[in-house]
Structure formats: structure tokens, C-alpha cells
């Protein structure tokens, strides 16, 4: 499995677009990067997965960079509910593969 | 609909007891996780489901811990003689595509 890289935590303004940033730069063709959040005492929480165009769904936007080694989340009005932990993964898109979350990056959103 | 539900939502055993940990995947749901979470540590694989078989049991610490899917949908994760180090958070996520829905957990706490 593609590695991926995260800052283990971020400040974010209330308010203001979260940028938050993953590097995968052994990433092979055929996997996807997918985003998941955690909040406290929850289970993960599916926000958004791509291959290799930008997406955009109601919770987030994903870029990622034409060579495909890293790729940014981005929360384009957070909230203080957004505050959780947000982990990258990269993987085929296969229901028999498992997801390997590292320890991914704590966003805080302050008021 | 209804989401993945995992019961009990709190364990507490005392060391060298059984556990079951029980989960009720999406209705429909063909594919079925066992992670496991310990404190400031994203989840980490135990097992995978394919309806009734386990497809991948290649993250199962040891033979201490065991899992059934017996008719395809429910799934209980067995552990014997309990250790403290088996105190975590044990998510399961079930999937039918390539989205994985992950239930709320049950902290398994051994003393």
C-alpha cells in the first residue's frame, strides 16, 4: 500500500476554508486517495475519494496534483463541528481491501 | 436508513475472561471490517468479511482473537483469556461498493 504522509495537526478559523494536506508519493496507478474524519468517540466517516481529477461533494473538495503524490481536503466554510481527526488513505478501489488510516491529522476549529 | 450498530457500546472485563463483541452491518451489506483503535492511534485492520467467510484474517494480533459471520450479516469478534493490552476501541464497517460505513465502536476495557 501507497504511505501517506500528514501534519499531525492544524488550527483552522471558524469560518474560514480548511486546507488540509496528504502526500502519497509512492502511490500506484490504479489506487484512489480517499478522505475519512473522526470525530471524538465516533467511528470513521467517509468525506470524499478520487483518482486523479478534483472532486467536490456537500462536505468537501479534494485536489490532487497532476503527478498524483499528494493531494489537499479542503472545507470551504468550517465549523466548529468539523473539528476531528481526518485521515488519507490511499487504495484500490476493491471492497476486499482493507484501509491502512495512519494516525492522520487532528483539525481544531476555533471559534 | 439505519447505520452499523455495535454492541455493547462499553466492556469491562477483568484479565484472563471471554469477550464477544457483536455487530450489525447495513441491511444488504455484503462486506464486513473488524478494526481496532487504541488511544491517539488511527484504526487498525483485524479481519475481513466477504458474506459469510473471512476473506483476509491477516490482522488478528493472535489466536486469542477470533471472528464469525455465520449467516452473512451479524458478526461477533471473539476474544479469549483477555489481556489489558486488548484494551481499545473494536469498529466495524461494512461496505457494498467501495464506501465502508463503520459503526460507533465498543471500548473493550480489561482490568
Known amino acids: 500500500d501507497a504511505k501517506t504522509t500528514q501534519p499531525t495537526s492544524m488550527d483552522c478559523a471558524e469560518g474560514r476554508a480548511a486546507n488540509l494536506p496528504c502526500n502519497h508519493s509512492t502511490i500506484s496507478g490504479n489506487e484512489y486517495v480517499y478522505w475519512y474524519r473522526q470525530i471524538h468517540s465516533q467511528g470513521p466517516q467517509y468525506i470524499i475519494h478520487?483518482?486523479?481529477n478534483n472532486e467536490t461533494n456537500e462536505m468537501a473538495s479534494l485536489i490532487i496534483t497532476e503527478d498524483r503524490k499528494s493531494s489537499t481536503l479542503i472545507l470551504p466554510h468550517a465549523t466548529l463541528r468539523d473539528t476531528a481527526v481526518y485521515y488519507c488513505?490511499?487504495?484500490?478501489?476493491?471492497?476486499?481491501?482493507?484501509?491502512?488510516f495512519g494516525t492522520g491529522t487532528s483539525l481544531t476549529v476555533i471559534p | 436508513g439505519a447505520g452499523v450498530s455495535q454492541t455493547p457500546s462499553n466492556k469491562v472485563t477483568e484479565k484472563g475472561k471471554y469477550v464477544e463483541l457483536r455487530c450489525d452491518p447495513i441491511s444488504g451489506h455484503t462486506a464486513l471490517y473488524w478494526y481496532r483503535q487504541s488511544l491517539g492511534q488511527g484504526p487498525e485492520f483485524l479481519i475481513y468479511?466477504?458474506?459469510?467467510?473471512?476473506?483476509?484474517d491477516s490482522g488478528l494480533p493472535n489466536d486469542r482473537f477470533f471472528a464469525v459471520r455465520p449467516e452473512g450479516s451479524v458478526s461477533t469478534l471473539k476474544i479469549q483469556r483477555t489481556e489489558r493490552g486488548d484494551s481499545a476501541v473494536y469498529l466495524c464497517a461494512s461496505s457494498l461498493a467501495w464506501g465502508k460505513y463503520f459503526g460507533p465502536g465498543t471500548r473493550l476495557t480489561v482490568t
Open positions: 468479511f466477504q458474506g459469510t467467510g473471512a476473506a483476509d
Open positions: 478520487g483518482l486523479k
Open positions: 488513505i490511499v487504495r484500490v478501489a476493491n471492497t476486499g481491501n482493507q484501509f491502512y
